[in-house]
T-cell receptor, first 113, second 113 residues
Framework: DVKVTQSSRYLVKRTGEKVFLECVQD?????MFWYRQDPGLGLRLIYF???????EKGDIPEGYSVSREKKERFSLILESASTNQTSMYLC????????????FGPGTRLTVT | RKEVEQDPGPFNVPEGATVAFNCTYS??????FFWYRQDCRKEPKLLMS???SGNEDGRFTAQLNRASQYISLLIRDSKLSDSATYLC??????????????FGQGTELSVKP
């Protein structure tokens, strides 16, 4: 089974702080994704990556950046956290982006105060 | 029009009931379709893929109607443990779209004793 892990289940940060969310997968998947999930809005794609050092913007990249220095690790960075970034953040990975369904990590519930 | 639309519910049904969820999608070129299940405060987990010929997995049956652009999920003999939110998911299919999953809002199911 694919294992996707995220560094924290719950995180509380202050407005203006720089926040790092880490995601690691152990199945040698090329593709990794970051989503956020909000009530009434569903899951929305923030960024994704097809390969090391490669990144593509998703639907809502504003206020976020990402880093993929190693194949197994995909980091989401909030440069200056704001209250509207309070959300559940879900990392996912897959072998083939266009066909395979994604396996999700357990999620990080981030609260920005 | 949203790319993927579902009736948010909630659907409240007694144990043993048969319940059906429908989902419509707007991109006629979409190639891949899935149903995910999400329990409260947990990550989405793949329930089943949806194939053109329809497919069945125990009490669950998924169907795809390309002409009308909708997919369905039928749950027979509902169990208490089926209570969850069911997410309709579409991959548009074009590689340059990143293979991103387009999520419906989810349909909440509550199975009562």
């Amino acid at each position: 089974d694919v294992k996707v892990t995220q560094s924290s289940r719950y995180l509380v940060k202050r407005t203006g702080e720089k926040v790092f969310l880490e995601c690691v997968q152990d199945m040698d998947h090329e593709n990794m994704f970051w989503y956020r999930q909000d009530p009434g809005l569903g899951l929305r794609l923030i960024y994704f990556s097809y390969d090391v050092k490669m990144k593509e913007k998703g639907d809502i990249p504003e206020g976020y950046s990402v880093s993929r220095e190693k194949k197994e690790r995909f980091s989401l960075i909030l440069e200056s956290a704001s209250t509207n970034q309070t959300s559940m953040y879900l990392c996912a990975s897959s072998f083939r982006a266009d066909r395979d369904p994604k396996d999700f990590g357990p999620g990080t519930r981030l609260t920005v105060t | 029009r949203k790319e993927v639309e579902q009736d948010p519910g909630p659907f409240n049904v007694p144990e043993g009931a048969t319940v059906a969820f429908n989902c419509t999608y707007s991109n006629s070129a979409s190639q891949s379709f899935f149903w995910y299940r999400q329990d409260c405060r947990k990550e989405p987990k793949l329930l089943m893929s949806v194939y053109s010929s329809g497919n069945e997995d125990g009490r669950f049956t998924a169907q795809l109607n390309r002409a009308s652009q909708y997919i369905s999920l039928l749950i027979r003999d509902s169990k208490l443990s089926d209570s969850a939110t069911y997410l309709c998911v579409v991959i548009p299919g074009a590689y340059n779209q990143g293979g991103k999953l387009i999520f419906g809002q989810g349909t909440e199911l509550s199975v009562k004793p």
